[in-house]
C-alpha cells in the first residue's frame, strides 16, 4: 500500500493548544449587572431590554462582563453579544429562551437564544444555566422519535426544522465557552407557537407559561438541548467544561456543530442528545484544525460526524480519548457533496453502539466512512489518511467503510482495533443506511467489516469477537464489493467466537 506522510500529532496538538490558549476572554475589566439594569430574573417577565441594555453598557465601557446573579430565572428574547463582552451565569441562575415566534429576528438564520455576529472576544461562562425550554416545542411525544413543533410559516425553513438554536457564534473570532450549563434547546433549532400561552394583565412582556420549570441542581458544566451550541466562520474557539443534554427522542437536537470554522478546541464535554453529538459541517468554507478531547457522549444518532453538509474540505482533525455509550452510531463520516476529509485521527476511543427505530440515520455501526452523491446534481468527495488507533469498541452492526466510483476511500489505517460484536436489543438490523441520499437503505446480512470503494486499508492488530447469536449471517467477519477493493493489508488480524463465560473472562 502506498503510504502517504504521517500525520504531525505532535505539531498539531501545539498549535491547537496555542490557539485555544488565545481564544476568549473579554477585552476589559468592567463588570456589569443586569439586575441595575431592570431585570427581574422573575422568570415570567420578559428581561430582554435589560440584558441588552447591559452587554451595551458593559461593551462601551470597553468590555467586561454582565452577570447573571444567582437565584435568578431571566427570562429574554433574542440577546446579541457586542465584542469583548462574556455572559457570566452564576451558579443557580438561569437564561430562559422564549417560545414565541416574535421572540427571534425575523430571518430564521438567526434564531438564537444568544447571538453573537460578527464580534471578537466573546463568550459565556459562569457555572449557571441556558435553557431554552425544548420541552415546549413537542407536539407529541413518542418514544421511537417525538413530533416537534414547527414555524414554517414563512417558507424559509422545512417542515417542523423550523425551530431555534440556543446559542450560536457567527464570523466571530477568540470565542470562549466554559463551565456553564446550556439546557433545553428547542432544535439545532428551536421554535414554539405563541397561542399556547395565556397573557396575564402585568405587561405585553409578562405571561404565564402551561408548563412548569422545574429548577435543577446547580452543576459546574453547560447544559443544552436541541442544537445547542453553533458555530458558524468562527476562528479560534475553545469549548470546555460542557454539558449538554437534549431529549433523547427528539430530532434536530444536535450537540456541538462546527460549521466552516477553524481551529477548534472541545474537551472535558458531557453530551446527552437525540441527534448528532459533535457535528464538523462545511457549507461555506473548510473546517480545519480541530481537537476534541476527554469527552463523554450518548445520542440516538451519530457521536462524532463529519457532514452531511460538505461542500468543502476537512482537514487536520483530531478526536481523542472519548467515551461513547448507547449511540445509534459511534464515528461517521458523511460526505455528501464534494468535499474532500484528509489528516483525521481517531484516538484512544470506547465506543458501545446499539440499534435505535430506523427513522433515526444510523444502524449501529463503531465506525461509520461513508461518501456518495447526495443527488444528481451532486458530486463525490474523496477520504484519505486516516487512523483509528487504540479503538474498542461494543456493537450489533459492523464496521462499515463505503466510497464511490468517484469518490474513494484511500490510506486507512486500523491500528490496536478491539471489536465485539453482540445482538441485546430486538431492533432489526441486516440494513446498510447510506442516508441521505445515495442508495438510502440496503438489506444486508451483518458483517464484521463490509468494503466498497476502497484504495488502501491497513489493519495491524484488530480483533473481532462475536458473541454466539441465532441472527441469520451472523459471524461473517469480512464483506467486500467484488472489483471495488484493493491494497488491502492485514497483520495480527483475527476473529473468534465467544461465549458469555469466555466474555466475562477476558
Not at 457521536?303 to 453538509?309: C, E, F, H, Q, V
Request: some cysteine; overall charge neutral; glycine content about 10%.
Amino acid at each position: 500500500m502506498k503510504r502517504e506522510n504521517p500525520i504531525p500529532i505532535p505539531l498539531l496538538l501545539l498549535l491547537l493548544f496555542y490557539f485555544a490558549a488565545a481564544a476568549g476572554g473579554s477585552g476589559g475589566s468592567t463588570v456589569v449587572s443586569v439586575i441595575d439594569h431592570g431585570a427581574m430574573g422573575d422568570g415570567r417577565c420578559y428581561d430582554t431590554v435589560a440584558i441588552q441594555a447591559a452587554i451595551d453598557a458593559c461593551a462601551a465601557a470597553g468590555g467586561g462582563r454582565v452577570r447573571f446573579p444567582a437565584g435568578g430565572d431571566y427570562l429574554t428574547a433574542t440577546v446579541r453579544l457586542r465584542t469583548g463582552v462574556v455572559l457570566d451565569i452564576e451558579p443557580g441562575a438561569r437564561i430562559l429562551g422564549g417560545t414565541r415566534q416574535r421572540d427571534y429576528p425575523a430571518d430564521p438564520a438567526r434564531w438564537y437564544v444568544v447571538l453573537a455576529e460578527g464580534a471578537r472576544r466573546v463568550g459565556v461562562t459562569g457555572g449557571g444555566e441556558i435553557n431554552g425550554q425544548g420541552e415546549a416545542f413537542v407536539v407529541r411525544r413518542d418514544p421511537r422519535k417525538n413530533v416537534m413543533v414547527s414555524w414554517n410559516v414563512t417558507g424559509l425553513c422545512r417542515g417542523d426544522e423550523c425551530r431555534p438554536r440556543l446559542v450560536g457564534f457567527i464570523d466571530s473570532a477568540d470565542v470562549e465557552v466554559s463551565d456553564v450549563t446550556l439546557n433545553q434547546p428547542a432544535y439545532w433549532w428551536c421554535v414554539f407557537s405563541f397561542s399556547r400561552f395565556r397573557r396575564t394583565r402585568y405587561s405585553a412582556d409578562c405571561f404565564f407559561r402551561p408548563i412548569s420549570i422545574e429548577r435543577k441542581p446547580v452543576v459546574t458544566n453547560l447544559r443544552v438541548d436541541r442544537c445547542s451550541l453553533h458555530l458558524v466562520r468562527c476562528e479560534n474557539t475553545l469549548i470546555r467544561n460542557v454539558s449538554i443534554y437534549g431529549d433523547f427522542d427528539s430530532p434536530n437536537n444536535d450537540g456541538i456543530d462546527i460549521e466552516d470554522s477553524n481551529r477548534t478546541v472541545i474537551r472535558n464535554c458531557h453530551i446527552d442528545t437525540g441527534d448528532d453529538a459533535i457535528c464538523p459541517k462545511s457549507s461555506t468554507g473548510p473546517v480545519l484544525d480541530l481537537l476534541v478531547t476527554d469527552c463523554w457522549i450518548r445520542t440516538k444518532s451519530s457521536a462524532i460526524k463529519l457532514g452531511s453538509a460538505s461542500w468543502f474540505d476537512f482537514s487536520r482533525l483530531f478526536f481523542h480519548n472519548i467515551t461513547i455509550v448507547d449511540s445509534h452510531r459511534g464515528l461517521g463520516m458523511q460526505i455528501r457533496d464534494g468535499g474532500n476529509v484528509t489528516d483525521v485521527v481517531f484516538s484512544n476511543i470506547r465506543i458501545s453502539t446499539r440499534y435505535y427505530h430506523p427513522s433515526w440515520w444510523g444502524r449501529a455501526e463503531p465506525i461509520y466512512i461513508t461518501t456518495c452523491p447526495r443527488d444528481s446534481a451532486s458530486r463525490s468527495g474523496s477520504i484519505s489518511n486516516v487512523l483509528f488507533i487504540n479503538i474498542s469498541a461494543v456493537s450489533e452492526n459492523g464496521v462499515f467503510l463505503s466510497g464511490s466510483p468517484g469518490g474513494l476511500l484511500s490510506n486507512l489505517r486500523f491500528k490496536d482495533v478491539n471489536l465485539t460484536y453482540r445482538r441485546w436489543t430486538k431492533d432489526p438490523g441486516d440494513i446498510y443506511d447510506y442516508r441521505p441520499g445515495c442508495k438510502e437503505m440496503v438489506k444486508h446480512s451483518t458483517a464484521g467489516i463490509m468494503m466498497e470503494y476502497v484504495a488502501g486499508v491497513e489493519m495491524e492488530d484488530v480483533k473481532m469477537r462475536w458473541w454466539r447469536s441465532n441472527f441469520p449471517g451472523w459471524n461473517n467477519p469480512l464483506k467486500i464489493r467484488p472489483s471495488t477493493v484493493n491494497e488491502l493489508s492485514f497483520k495480527d488480524w483475527s476473529s473468534i467466537e465467544i461465549t458469555e463465560l469466555e466474555s466475562s473472562r477476558s
